[in-house]
């Protein structure tokens, strides 16, 4: 089954710090763009950080600049983000997301609404993120 797993979401207190893993399951990771996009209650689902193919571009929202770190280990076929510095407000759903053949990360991190759900080729279906006190 070709699927996309996330991992490593739950409660944190403010200024605390997670980590969240994407793995990918029945093929491989190495050729796609990876982005993680999060949806909070009554929102849009947004772009938070993506990365490319090779790890070499990477782009993130300007919420979580120097908070949130996106690596991949092509080996393990997982990307990760490091979370630091949480905030209330990064409460949400975290979803993964892959696809081939997207022009920028920039790009695929500015995508949304039915370009955004349809234009991945595959989702992950999420792990929550809780921050609070």
């Known amino acids: 089954q070709l699927q996309l797993v996330e991992s490593g979401g739950g409660w944190v207190q403010p200024g605390g710090s997670l980590r969240l893993s994407c793995a990918a399951s029945?093929?491989?990771?190495?050729?796609?763009?990876i982005g993680w996009f999060r949806q909070a209650p009554g929102k849009e689902r947004e772009g938070v950080s993506c990365i490319g193919s090779s790890g070499g571009s990477t782009n993130y929202a300007d919420s979580v600049k120097g908070r949130f770190t996106i690596s991949r280990d092509n080996a393990k076929n997982t990307v990760y983000l490091q979370m630091n510095s949480l905030k209330p407000e990064d409460t949400a759903v975290y979803y993964c997301?892959?696809?081939?053949?997207?022009?920028?990360?920039?790009?695929?991190?500015?995508?949304?609404?039915?370009?955004?759900?349809?234009?991945?080729?595959?989702w992950g279906k999420g792990t929550l993120v809780t921050v609070s006190s």
């Open positions: 029945g093929f491989t990771l190495h050729y796609y763009a």
């Open positions: 997301a892959a696809v081939i053949g997207i022009t920028t990360v920039q790009d695929m991190c500015a995508m949304s609404g039915g370009h955004l759900y349809y234009g991945m080729d595959y």
